[in-house]
């Protein structure tokens, strides 16, 4: 008979091998990280997505023994760093700085994405809310948004603004004030908001709205002059600039970017990225400099997030058809 090979030691054997395995199978997700992590920032270095990858990396780097690294991948929007996340193994190596625009723009200003936003993706946490910052350079004769809204009618069409690419959060941040304010403005399209601010700087275009991080320290230094904020509250950062809804009552168009990874993610691999992730950015050192640089501290549970996320795709949605924005 078959069973008779079964001995005793075979028996033990056996099932001391298969309790091996389960514990290993149970064990693995204890032992992340094993290996280096990847940040995919969907947007060329100089971003608010990339400052936060960076104060991010090197804090996981230095709590968890693995080299973080940030893993710029732009185009399309972000819909190429979407795309790649989204297809990428769900270990909790490759983990994403996702965006407003992302997440919750793209989807309602392309036609066809090859990923959902929200089936495709563990969310984990929101990170911050970001306002935005309308920017000119100081060669033009503005300082408030009354004076930008007369410079626009008497120049129709001819005032240029900067955006980190078509469709991205800066472009419809724009559009909807065009909409509110009846002004014509020439979108100018960059590669990424690095280029975008660049193109300020240089007096390439006269206008630009950029989240909070990346225009705060240019306003500061000079370099730009910042005329309002996008939020509804003046923000720390700035308190003397005024808020657009202060000139524009109603306009509001506050961005986020938060941490997701693909879909699929163990548990006990969310919890453990969650709670360093928590514990990081509630550091003093990390905290304070996000509020300087005009980005607020928003951390979430992952339902919380997925929730935010649901309901800003319905926003924005609602925003691209009143506006009538559509791709260059």
Request: aromatic share 8%; glycine share 6%; net charge neutral.
């Given at each position: 008979?078959?069973?008779?090979?079964?001995?005793?030691?075979?028996?033990?054997?056996f099932f001391a091998q298969a309790l091996s395995a389960a514990f290993a199978q149970n064990a693995a997700p204890s032992a992340?990280?094993?290996?280096?992590?990847?940040?995919?920032?969907?947007?060329?270095?100089?971003?608010?997505?990339?400052?936060?990858?960076?104060?991010?990396g090197q804090k996981f780097t230095e709590e968890w023994g693995q080299p973080v690294i940030t893993d710029n991948r732009p185009g399309a929007a972000g819909n190429i760093a979407?795309?790649?996340?989204?297809?990428?193994?769900?270990?909790?190596?490759?983990?994403?700085?996702?965006?407003?625009?992302?997440?919750?723009?793209?989807?309602?200003?392309?036609?066809?994405?090859?990923?959902?936003?929200i089936k495709d993706f563990s969310?984990?946490?929101?990170?911050?809310?970001?306002?935005?910052?309308?920017?000119?350079?100081?060669?033009?004769?503005?300082?408030?948004?009354k004076q930008l809204i007369a410079l626009a009618q008497l120049h129709p069409g001819e005032l240029q603004?900067?955006?980190?690419?078509s469709g991205a959060q800066p472009h419809l941040t724009a559009e909807l004030f065009k909409t509110?304010?009846?002004?014509?403005?020439?979108?100018?399209?960059?590669?990424?908001?690095?280029?975008?601010?660049?193109?300020?700087?240089?007096?390439?275009?006269?206008?630009?709205?950029?989240?909070?991080p990346s225009g705060v320290p240019l306003a500061k230094n000079g370099q730009l002059r910042a005329l309002a904020v996008t939020s509804a509250k003046r923000i720390a950062a700035l308190p003397q600039v005024a808020t657009i809804g202060e000139t524009v009552p109603g306009y509001l168009a506050v961005g986020w970017n938060g941490l997701v990874g693909p879909a699929g993610m163990p548990a006990a691999i969310i919890d453990k990225i969650l709670?360093?992730?928590?514990?990081?950015?509630?550091?003093p050192e990390i905290h304070?400099?996000?509020?300087?640089?005009?980005?607020?501290?928003?951390?979430?549970?992952?339902?919380?997030?997925?929730?935010?996320?649901?309901?800003?795709?319905i926003k924005w949605a609602r925003v691209v058809k009143q506006s009538g924005a559509t791709l260059d």
């Open positions: 008979m078959l069973i008779s090979y079964w001995t005793p030691i075979a028996l033990g054997l992340f990280p094993s290996r280096p992590i990847h940040i995919v920032v969907p947007f060329p270095p100089g971003g608010t997505s990339d400052i936060l990858s960076r104060l991010l979407s795309d790649y996340v989204a297809r990428s193994k769900p270990d909790g190596s490759t983990l994403y700085i996702n965006t407003v625009g992302t997440h919750a723009i793209n989807p309602a200003i392309y036609s066809k994405l090859n990923f959902d936003p969310a984990l946490t929101n990170l911050v809310n970001l306002p935005s910052l309308l920017l000119t350079h100081p060669a033009i004769p503005v300082k408030t948004v603004y900067s955006s980190a690419g509110m304010t009846h002004i014509q403005l020439l979108h100018v399209p960059y590669k990424g908001a690095g280029p975008q601010m660049v193109a300020i700087i240089s007096g390439e275009v006269a206008i630009t709205f950029a989240t909070a709670t360093t992730t928590h514990r990081v950015v509630q550091l304070d400099k996000l509020i300087g640089l005009g980005a607020e501290p928003a951390l979430s549970t992952p339902t919380e997030f997925n929730d935010l996320m649901k309901a800003e795709l």
